[in-house]
């Protein structure tokens, strides 16, 4: 489930995620960091902590590609200081050295999840994908400047893995967040994710010795598009700070992903139900 984890953080939470916007910021976008779904823009003064924690349950396929599916209970985790300082699980610890009404840039240092042998079923001797540290570097559009459309966002995020297994991978998606009533909030998106040849033979490459021990045959996939996909994701505020959030999450393999032998499935459908606490 720990490359499921690590495919939702690394796209599906991009998709789902307004930008965590700074004070002059007046409409929300994507790609603020873990699960923090469709909401209200955050407005944190100058100083301020902002603090969101809670816990997320998701049922999704055990590995990007599988056709069994399982249940996962996780934390979320997405602190922001001085409106410059981020600690998330999805982006790790950074910092944004740039940010105005419409466009944040920022970078730092995260950790990318690997796959575990058991989530390969009938395929013992095929070994890990390791995880391992990685430099990670987001880019968040509003558009709120010359082109004006509140609630209309695109979110970037690059991701070079330089421990374990190492890889380049970039996601980007587009999305719009509108409020439905009050108190519950909507934002429908989609989104690509491309991917270097190193990501693409880790995760969906069959070496020789793989090969031996499987009975799959050889496979190396060059690099290009992973996939496509689209989020619906939602927030209900139950009070101030309680929010409710959820969230369905579709991705289609494609290309090389999608020929692996390792792929079971192409269609990839996953689904998020969580509670978080603004501090």
């Given at each position: 489930?720990?490359?499921?984890?690590?495919?939702?953080?690394?796209?599906?939470?991009?998709?789902?995620?307004?930008?965590?916007?700074?004070?002059?910021?007046?409409?929300?976008?994507?790609?603020?960091?873990?699960?923090?779904?469709?909401?209200?823009?955050?407005?944190?003064?100058?100083?301020d902590?902002?603090?969101v924690?809670g816990?997320?349950?998701?049922?999704?396929?055990?590995?990007?590609?599988?056709d069994?599916?399982?249940?996962?209970?996780?934390?979320?985790?997405?602190?922001?200081?001085?409106?410059?300082?981020?600690?998330?699980?999805?982006?790790g610890?950074?910092?944004?050295?740039?940010?105005?009404?419409?466009?944040?840039?920022?970078?730092?240092?995260?950790y990318?999840?690997?796959?575990?042998?058991?989530?390969?079923?009938?395929?013992?001797?095929?070994?890990?994908?390791?995880g391992?540290?990685?430099?990670?570097?987001?880019?968040e559009y509003?558009?709120?400047?010359?082109?004006?459309?509140?609630?209309l966002?695109?979110?970037?995020?690059?991701?070079y893995?330089?421990t374990?297994d190492?890889?380049l991978l970039?996601?980007?998606?587009?999305?719009?967040?509108?409020?439905?009533?009050?108190?519950?909030?909507?934002?429908?998106?989609?989104?690509i994710?491309?991917?270097?040849?190193?990501?693409?033979?880790?995760?969906?490459?069959?070496?020789?010795?793989?090969?031996?021990g499987?009975?799959?045959?050889?496979?190396?996939?060059?690099a290009?598009?992973?996939?496509v996909?689209?989020?619906l994701?939602?927030?209900y505020?139950?009070?101030?700070?309680?929010s409710?959030r959820?969230?369905?999450?579709?991705?289609?393999?494609?290309?090389?992903?999608?020929?692996s032998?390792?792929?079971?499935?192409?269609?990839?459908?996953?689904?998020?139900?969580?509670?978080?606490?603004?501090?």
């Amino acid at each position: 489930m720990k490359f499921v984890v690590f495919a939702l953080f690394s796209f599906a939470f991009l998709v789902i995620s307004p930008i965590r916007a700074p004070a002059q910021m007046t409409a929300g976008g994507d790609d603020s960091g873990e699960i923090v779904f469709a909401q209200e823009p955050v407005e944190p003064e100058d100083g301020d902590w902002d603090v969101v924690l809670g816990a997320v349950t998701t049922y999704g396929p055990k590995y990007l590609g599988s056709d069994e599916q399982e249940f996962g209970v996780f934390p979320v985790v997405d602190i922001v200081w001085d409106d410059s300082i981020y600690l998330n699980m999805r982006n790790g610890l950074g910092a944004y050295v740039y940010s105005d009404k419409t466009l944040r840039i920022g970078g730092g240092i995260g950790y990318a999840f690997g796959r575990d042998e058991d989530d390969l079923d009938g395929l013992d001797g095929f070994g890990d994908v390791d995880g391992g540290a990685a430099l990670v570097g987001t880019l968040e559009y509003n558009f709120l400047g010359a082109i004006r459309i509140p609630g209309l966002s695109v979110g970037s995020r690059l991701q070079y893995q330089f421990t374990g297994d190492e890889g380049l991978l970039f996601e980007t998606d587009i999305g719009y967040r509108f409020a439905v009533t009050d108190m519950f909030f909507v934002r429908p998106s989609a989104g690509i994710a491309v991917a270097d040849g190193d990501y693409m033979q880790s995760q969906f490459g069959v070496s020789s010795s793989q090969s031996a021990g499987s009975g799959l045959p050889v496979y190396s996939p060059g690099a290009g598009v992973r996939s496509v996909g689209s989020t619906l994701g939602m927030s209900y505020l139950l009070t101030d700070n309680l929010s409710l959030r959820g969230a369905v999450i579709y991705q289609r393999l494609v290309g090389d992903a999608a020929d692996s032998p390792l792929v079971q499935n192409e269609n990839q459908v996953t689904g998020l139900l969580g509670l978080t606490y603004d501090f």
